[in-house]
């Protein structure tokens, strides 16, 4: 029964701190373009490529 008044209080602060992890993510855009780095991913880049002089060993 002792441990409750430790672990409530502590479980109470950590849902607080998820929740404040989540409203700030949401507030700051990370949820905005959630398929463009999975496209970007596919698509091939190949002029962007550098090719590497002969001289090289």
């Known amino acids: 029964m002792e441990s409750l008044y430790l672990?409530?209080?502590?479980?109470?602060?950590i849902a607080a701190?998820?929740?404040?992890?989540f409203l700030w993510?949401?507030?700051s855009?990370?949820?905005e373009?959630?398929?463009?780095p999975a496209h970007r991913i596919i698509?091939?880049?190949?002029d962007k490529v550098k090719e590497k002089p002969d001289n090289e060993s």
């Open 7 to 13: 672990l409530v209080p502590l479980a109470l602060i």
């Open 17 to 21: 701190g998820i929740v404040w992890v």
């Open 25 to 27: 993510a949401v507030k």
């Open 29 to 31: 855009d990370q949820f």
């Open 33 to 36: 373009d959630l398929e463009g």
């Open 43 to 46: 698509m091939d880049d190949d």
